[in-house]
T-cell receptor, first 114, second 114 residues
Framework: ELKVEQNPLFLSMQEGKNYTIYCNYS?????LYWYRQDPGKSLESLFV?????AVKQEGRLMASLDTKARLSTLHITAAVHDLSATYFC??????????????FGKGTLLTVNP | DTEVTQTPKHLVMGMTNKKSLKCEQH?????MYWYKQKAKKPPELMFV???????INESVPSRFSPECPNSSLLNLHLHALQPEDSALYLC?????????????FGPGTRLTVT
């Protein structure tokens, strides 16, 4: 069974600081996604990582994927309050036949303080 | 149009009621999903439809009954629910269900069972 572990689960940081969220998974996969969720809202897709070494950047967020280490990182640069949200990584895994299933990490609740 | 719509936004129902959740997409996607999300938890997959056929049922109790009338519509029929079924129900769609396809999530239906 695929396990997806995120850490930290809670992150409180000051504006202007940098930090990294880690996502480890237990089974070989080369498909990993990062989502953002604001309180009471739905999931917003941030990054789609589909190969080893993939790196994508959008604004103050940068995501990378190392399939050999089964590790993805979400790096936050010079945090601002608007980045406060819960961030989920999700791994896509074949579950039989041609079916794939997304398994989510527990999420990282990020709070950016002035 | 990259939007998945869900109705209603909020639903309160008694344990003896029958109600339905509706999801619609017009992106030409051939895979549609139902997820359940409890507060402060990640989404949990319930059902996957691929080309209008049920391809994954994550051992969901029969009081939840999915239906895919056509490629754009996905319903979730609810009957005799329990208070612990109260949650945010998210619909998603993707081009296919065979992996490497980004899932687009709808805004969700917040369900309260009394």
């Amino acid at each position: 069974e695929l396990k997806v572990e995120q850490n930290p689960l809670f992150l409180s940081m000051q504006e202007g600081k940098n930090y990294t969220i880690y996502c480890n998974y237990s089974t070989t996969s080369d498909r990993l996604y990062w989502y953002r969720q604001d309180p009471g809202k739905s999931l917003e897709s941030l990054f789609v990582l589909l190969s080893n070494g993939a790196v994508k950047q959008e604004g103050r967020l940068m995501a990378s994927l190392d399939t050999k280490a089964r590790l993805s990182t979400l790096h936050i640069t010079a945090a601002v309050h608007d980045l406060s949200a819960t961030y989920f990584c999700a791994v896509d895994l074949r579950v039989g036949g041609s079916n794939y299933k997304l398994t989510f990490g527990k999420g990282t609740l990020l709070t950016v303080n002035p | 149009d990259t939007e998945v719509t869900q109705t209603p936004k909020h639903l309160v129902m008694g344990m003896t009621n029958k109600k339905s959740l509706k999801c619609e997409q017009h992106m030409g996607h051939r895979a549609m999903y139902w997820y359940k999300q409890k507060a402060k938890k990640p989404p949990e997959l319930m059902f996957v439809y691929s080309y209008e056929k049920l391809s994954i049922n994550e051992s969901v109790p029969s009081r939840f009954s999915p239906e895919c009338p056509n490629s754009s519509l996905l319903n979730l029929h609810l009957h005799a629910l329990q208070p612990e079924d109260s949650a945010l129900y998210l619909c998603a769609s993707s081009q296919g269900s065979t992996g490497a396809y980004e899932q687009y999530f709808g805004p969700g239906t917040r369900l309260t069972v009394t």
